[in-house]
């Protein structure tokens, strides 16, 4: 399968493998604000450990579990967000972060563990339709 263009998000739907589905996980909650990401992040291992093609689009607070230097011990919690590093030797390469959030946030001036694909909303939105799962952990 060759890697999608800079700026979309591959159509995951047209693997070789007819057993794979793809699925992409939101993760909007912030590091810091109980398990949701630490979930999110074991649920996207566990699929992509078992062959599916996984997405990542943090969205809203969740954008935090992208800072270097996130320090979860501090609120009494696993560093889950060091995993986020490690992502690309479980073949979970789509991690998207929409434009609208890199500005809000200011992601640019921020150390990251991996740099996200950029991309505006709608297309994001709009790529739901590629993915055989979406999944939000609230």
Not at 76 to 103: K, M, P, R
Request: hydrophobic content about 40%.
């Amino acid at each position: 399968m060759t890697d999608p263009a800079p700026g979309t998000i591959s159509n995951s739907t047209s693997s070789s493998n007819s057993t794979s589905i793809s699925v992409m996980i939101i993760i909007d909650k912030a590091p810091f604000l109980g398990s949701n990401a630490a979930e999110s992040l074991d649920a996207a291992i566990a699929l992509a450990s078992f062959g599916q093609k996984v997405t990542l689009w943090f969205s809203q607070e969740g954008v935090f579990n992208l800072l270097k230097g996130n320090q979860a011990n501090k609120f009494n919690q696993l560093d889950h967000c060091a995993t986020i590093e490690g992502l690309e030797y479980f073949d979970i390469e789509q991690v998207v972060v929409t434009s609208e959030d890199w500005d809000k946030y200011q992601l640019a001036q921020t150390p990251l563990r991996l740099e996200p694909t950029l991309l505006d909303s709608a297309k994001v939105v709009d790529s739901f339709k590629h993915y055989h799962q979406i999944l939000r952990f609230s």
